[in-house]
Nanobody, 124 residues
């Protein structure tokens, strides 16, 4: 089972940028679909972005055009570049890995491995 560790969260002003990283252990990283979910206080965890094992990205409408997901299989790392941040982007961001069908890429239960989360706070 792959293990995931996120980094790169922090406090940023509205309109600013952050890049999150998720480092994965194991030799099978390239065979996993990877995703970023987020959970704001008092709200359910929601899908933000995913990338297939072939590198195809997919985004939630709320982040499309502002966030970019990418992966570096040589470094066993997936990234989330977040630009034009808004206060409503404030949340704990979680990295996830899974091998379910790509059609299920937005479902929490499509991912079997999760990181511990990293806090992103956007001030207005």
């Amino acid at each position: 089972q792959v293990q995931l560790v996120e980094s790169g969260g922090g406090l940023v002003q509205a309109g600013g940028s952050l890049r999150l990283s998720c480092a994965a252990s194991g030799r099978t990283f390239s065979t996993y679909a990877m995703a970023w979910f987020r959970q704001a206080p008092g709200k359910e965890r929601e899908f933000a972005a995913a990338i297939s094992w072939t590198g195809a990205p997919y985004y939630a409408d709320s982040v499309k055009g502002r966030f970019t997901i990418s992966r570096d299989n040589a470094k066993n790392t997936v990234y989330l570049q977040m630009n034009s941040l808004k206060p409503e982007d404030t949340a704990v961001y979680y990295c996830a890995a899974g091998r379910a069908r790509w059609d299920d890429r937005t479902r929490i239960d499509a991912y079997g491995a999760w990181g511990q989360g990293t806090q992103v706070t956007v001030s207005s």
